[in-house]
């Protein structure tokens, strides 16, 4: 994931505040609007767009880590790659999900550095068989010895601009465009909600502001007298919020008028007296239809935004980690689908997080406010999260992959915790539904769920949901550990100190 992008809170127990950390991808000076769209006027199917080797942003994660290491860190830079050098050098067992997935994607395979996972067949190694990825061992002890600035303006940025550049056959991607890049400490976006204070990633995560949406219009309906069944008010919110998400969310460069500046409609958009408004919409059966609001009398409709279609899709990874002295760290990190852009270049997969912008930039004069640009991050599901008590201390932290269904992942079990006070590690058990792009979807297995929704009215589809909520939930002295069975990942709370290297 070192070629692509992240998101980051970090709670300082020393101060009890809470840090965002944006390492989204940024699109290279080449990008125009219409970077998606073929001649004939008509934007590229996904898969086109994927391999056709501009879907490629110029990779933050590395800059971003640097940026909290440099502020927050603890050990020396050069003693945080013996693990992940040993792991590539020495070889790690092929997972099932890897070789099932290896097996899906041809144009990746196809790619010479993919060689390290296949046998002399061309077909994915078999699971448990060594996997051996010696350039990204090279490109970890480079790190390690000069630093982040050779992702950058060195050695690893020569490689991923070649590679890109080899493939697209133009200047598409440039050294002024890795030299350029920064990371961004952001304000992270909190809300009360319930008893806590819930903290994820402002713009340009779309994860904050639609899951504080979904959570804080749930709350105003079940929390007063009006009648409405709690699954049909989850999902009512969860369309309302969806809804303002594909025509308001973006890079915050973007998304503010002239009479709005982004960030007021960032504050408006999760206001009181919008979210009471909305939330009047809410009945006792499902709206026929659901258009965005109107967040403030400020933004006319001639200077507003069409709504946006991305390309989204779901993989990712997420870790929540607490150490001894209480910091907490939550990160979402993605290069978009499994393996990018079907690329590698100095032993990394090279992301394809640029088809995350809408797919048609404009409609007769009116932007999208997630159109390609210059320079612009495209809009991100992820939603790492911290809540915080009453008290100040933290309480819970938490996020998930999953594509634009990880906000429905995050926002699901923590409305069961947060307003049922069911435990975390229950509520994720619970069989997700979601509506990343208008349609009601129960996950595999969810039988009992879709029928019940079907019975209120809904036109429901049933497919396999895979999400993968990760983290942790503390009040005073008990821990709840969160584990996603739906697929790998772990959880485990270590006594021994943390510089204890071995065990990392």
Known sequence: GLAGGAFMLFYDASTGTITAYDGREEAPSSVTPDVFIKEDGNPMGFFE??????????PGAVAMLDMAHREHGELEWNQLFEAPERLASEGFPMPERLHNTLGRLRDFRNDPQAAIYLDDEGAPLSI?????????AETIRMLAQEGASTFYTGAVAEAIIERVNAKTGEE???????AAYEPIQREPLCAPVADQTVCSMPPPSSGGITMLQILKLFENVTDGEKPTD?????VEATRLAYADRGRYLGDPIAMGTESLPADRLIDALISKPYLDARATQIGSSPAETINPGNPSSALMIREGFIDG???????????SIRDRN????SMTTSVEMPFGSQMMAAGLVLNNQLTDFARVPSDDGVPAANAPGPGK?????????????ADGEPRVAIGSPGGPAIIGYVAKPLASHLFASVPLSEAIAEPHVVVPRGTVTVETGGDDLKAELEAMGYEVRQRGLSSGLYGFSVDGADVDLIVDTRREGSAKMESQKFSDLERL
């Open 49 to 58: 767009a994927v391999l056709s080797g501009k879907a490629v942003g110029v």
């Open 128 to 136: 448990g068989t060594t996997v051996q990825n010696e350039p990204f």
């Open 172 to 178: 598409t991607i440039t050294r002024e465009d890795f």
């Open 230 to 234: 709690d699954l049909l008010a989850y």
């Open 309 to 319: 279609d991305a390309y989204e899709v779901p993989s990712t990874s997420h870790f």
């Open 326 to 329: 209480g910091n907490i760290v």
């Open 377 to 389: 991050r495209p809009m991100s599901s992820m939603t790492p999260v911290i809540t915080l008590g």
